[in-house]
């Protein structure tokens, strides 16, 4: 017996590889044999001589070819045929199917995928702060790259990564700007610190200039919003990076002033700390608020405590309770008589934060040389450029980190003739790396990650499991794994993911992977109309970060505390905020004690509360409606292509789009009916419109209904896989009794997600076996992300 190091589900994946894979001469008969029998019994009566649904025959079996089969083997697979009302093969018979047609789809099967894929925008900026140490603050490193134009897919496919000249310069000119916050000193020597008591007087407005009142010895911000107030004087921007330690003294003031209930009456006054980039754009609108503090009527606070503030960046304050529109507010008190006229005259008073100091000292550092020279330059000290052997040792080091692999002499060769040719010009050593460092960092070196044909090395390894789980550069101990060459050993790579998995950098694949399945990034693309009453809810608590925010949080549950996906069709609990509550109609238990959960917490709904599983969230069911009505074919489209993987292909532009008349005689269903008279519509629609009508019991911003108006009431029962349900509690009880086409199509969307590209026939032997394992263990995401991770999947181009 050959000892093996192999786990059991590296040994199954790469025999049932070998056997779903295997080449099969042009002219044999022996699959198409077996296949026949299969294809007669369930498959020819609506795909045979006399009839051709969708234009697809299934007797002529020579005719096909390997896309042909991979197209059958799809439908087969996902449990979407045969279709409801016809004799369906047993879980043995379809597996037969699958493996047959799979076998044949891999016959004509060529390597097109790409080798080459580039860091997407995210990615990059990602990449930028960890290459250079860059401290996790206000400053984006990739603010000025374009976003991704992604049609369909993630952000991740290689196909939609484009590039161009524009692009590059773009590049360049991010990169260097990013090597400057980096490198923002030559000298070895520490900075001193300094204490700079601001000219509380002076200070600038902006938001609204004329809400900004006061004179010598105080600045009162009576506007909320954008509102801001900041040092007005030249020396206003922050040049040395570092901790500064700030203080300021503020109170609330004229709350009453006119009678008008700009403030409740129990809330504070919150005073708002927060840095922005130099210039007017940023400080208006951009920037991040850090720190808020709550101020009583008339009574001075005083606060201290230590930022960290970015090179170019600018501190300022606002008025975060304040009215945003105070000016409409006192006109509508005019109108009903109840504020005289003169209070639309200069200077208002309306309720404002009035700061009387602001002093601000440092930098400081917790070490020195900080952080981003010392990952920079990769070295414990600051490298004397003008030292040849110090100099050369410095663009090695940054070129391995960089271009994420060993680097050749020759590779270098011409970095280190820029550099020479940048100080010639007569920039200095520092200004000349930083130039040299900025062409690395726009090079396609960097850029591109490289995945050769067929097993990848250990470094394009790291890479590749690095980009997937963290969306960012290999750290020092997976490099290290790699260079040892030993990150292929099973026990090894096994080792190093449960290790990635532990860190929380790898909430960003949870994120940003849930954000682009689900297509929670197009939420809020089609808001409901904010002067309609009827949703007004929507945006007086800011629903829709807050209903994103939930499915974010939902998944990352399952995924850390490594629960079945089996919960994201059905559960007794989500994780909400009191809007959510609010349009959920359920209790809310109260914020959590964590200081950064944004006020959301875990609740367990009550019996027969239609919210468990993604099916209830309030993100899915608003992003696939139009923010005025919804309708069961978006919907149905949704969940059968995006949740469970069959998309279906789109309508022929002959047929006219279905307009619901919610006052009319015909109901929705009425409409779809007549729809589904149309041949040409039939087949989707008989999958696509159980789905949709299930979750017709949902608004447009997913609360809860059961009418669209007075005269017309929701009707969601249908029939799917063969049975029928009354509501989406019976629906979801049905795909939980088939939950593997569901979990099969998240193992497929993960795997595309980490490898940049759509699936094919090759690749499916090993979802197949990463899903039976799945299957044994109760779906469990995270094991399944593991699975996927140390599989060839990754491990293969």
Not at 137 to 164: C, M, N, R
Not at 169 to 175: K, N, P, Q, V
Not at 269 to 293: C, I, Y
Not at 508 to 514: A, Y
């Amino acid at each position: 017996m050959i000892a093996s190091h192999k786990s059991p589900l590296l040994l199954k994946i790469a025999l049932l590889a070998a056997c779903l894979t295997t080449p099969v001469p042009a002219g044999a008969d022996e699959e198409t044999d077996a296949l026949r029998p299969l294809l007669h019994a369930y498959c020819v009566r609506c795909h045979g001589p006399e009839t051709q649904k969708s234009d697809v025959r299934l007797d002529r079996l020579a005719e096909l070819d390997g896309w042909d089969y991979e197209l059958i083997y799809d439908q087969i697979a996902g449990e979407q045929m045969p279709p409801a009302g016809e004799p369906r093969p047993s879980d043995a018979e379809r597996r037969t199917l699958m493996e047959h047609t799979l076998r044949l789809a891999n016959r004509d099967a060529t390597d097109s995928t790409p080798g080459l894929r580039r860091l997407n925008k995210r990615e990059y900026t990602n990449t930028i702060r960890d290459l250079l140490g860059l401290h996790a603050g206000v400053y984006d490193p990739g603010a000025s790259i374009y976003e991704e134009e992604i049609d369909e897919g993630f952000d991740t496919a290689a196909q939609s990564l484009v590039i161009s000249n524009e692009l590059l310069l773009e590049y360049l000119d991010a990169s260097e700007k990013s090597l400057r916050h980096a490198l923002f000193i030559s000298e070895a020597a520490q900075p001193e610190s300094r204490r700079i008591e601001v000219n509380v007087g002076r200070m600038r407005g902006v938001g609204g200039s004329r809400y900004v009142t006061g004179g010598r010895g105080s600045r009162t911000l009576r506007l909320g919003g954008k509102g801001r107030i900041y040092d007005g004087s030249g020396n206003r921007t922050i040049r040395v990076p570092g901790v500064y330690r700030i203080t300021a003294t503020a109170a609330g003031v004229d709350r009453d002033a006119y009678s008008i209930e700009f403030l409740p009456p129990d809330k504070p006054f919150v005073l708002g700390f927060g840095v922005a980039p130099d210039d007017p754009a940023s400080v208006s609108g951009g920037g991040r608020l850090l720190k808020t503090f709550d101020l009583q009527d008339d009574a001075k606070r005083t606060v201290q405590f230590d930022v960290w503030i970015d090179k170019d960046h600018i501190p300022y304050f606002s008025f975060v309770n304040g009215p945003g529109k105070p000016i409409t507010q006192i006109r509508a008190g005019i109108r009903r008589g109840t504020v005289p006229k003169s209070a639309m005259k200069p200077p208002y008073r309306f309720p404002g934060v009035r700061l009387t100091e602001f002093t601000i000292e440092g930098p400081f550092y917790d070490q020195w040389p900080p952080v981003s020279l010392q990952t920079t330059y990769d070295s414990e000290e600051i490298p004397d450029l003008s030292v040849a052997d110090e100099r050369r040792a410095a663009v090695q080091r940054f070129a391995a980190r960089t271009f994420r692999r060993d680097v050749t002499s020759e590779e270098l060769r011409p970095y280190f003739a820029y550099l020479n040719r940048r100080r010639a010009a007569g920039d200095d050593w520092r200004e000349a790396v930083i130039k040299t460092f900025a062409a690395m960092t726009a090079s396609l070196d960097f850029l591109y990650l490289d995945l050769p044909s067929g097993p990848l090395d250990d470094m394009a390894l790291a890479n590749r499991l690095s980009y997937f789980l963290w969306s960012t550069m290999p750290d020092a101990e997976l490099f290290a794994a790699a260079r040892a060459g030993t990150l292929r050993d099973p026990a090894v790579l096994r080792a190093q993911i449960e290790r990635m998995l532990a860190d929380d950098r790898h909430a960003r694949f949870c994120d940003s992977f849930v954000d682009q399945w689900l297509s929670l990034d197009t939420l809020g693309e089609m808001p409901p109309d904010a002067k309609d009453p009827v949703y007004r809810v929507y945006y007086r608590q800011r629903l829709e970060p807050a209903m994103r925010e939930e499915t974010r949080r939902y998944f990352r549950h399952v995924f850390d505390e490594n629960r079945s996906v089996r919960e994201f069709l059905d559960s007794d609990y989500s994780f909400i905020n009191r809007g959510l509550a609010e349009l959920y109609d359920v209790p809310f238990p109260g914020a959590g004690n964590d200081p950064d959960d944004k006020g959301f917490v875990r609740a367990t709904f009550p019996p027969g509360v239609p919210r468990g599983g993604l099916l209830g969230h309030a993100s899915v069911l608003s992003l696939t409606s139009n923010g005025v009505e919804t309708s069961p074919v978006t919907r149905g489209v949704w969940a059968l292509g995006d949740l469970l993987g069959n998309h279906p292909p789109p309508p022929p532009e002959e047929v006219p789009a279905i307009t619901p008349d919610l006052n009319g005689a015909l109901t929705v269903r009425d409409l779809l009916e007549r729809h589904r008279n149309d041949a040409a519509c039939m087949e989707c629609h008989r999958q696509i419109d159980p789905l949709g009508f299930a979750l017709e019991s949902y608004d447009p911003i997913g609360r809860f209904r059961t009418r669209y108006s007075k005269t017309q009431a929701v009707s969601t029962n249908g029939t799917y896989l063969g049975r029928d349900f009354e509501d989406v509690a019976g629906l979801k009880r049905i795909l939980l009794e088939r939950t593997r086409p569901f979990a099969r199509n998240l193992t497929v969307r993960i795997a595309e997600y980490a490898k940049g590209r759509t699936l094919t026939a090759g690749d499916f032997a090993t979802v197949e076996a990463i899903v039976d394992d799945a299957e044994r263990n109760d779906y469990r995401l995270r094991d399944l992300v593991t699975a996927i991770a140390v599989s060839d999947l990754m491990t293969n181009r």
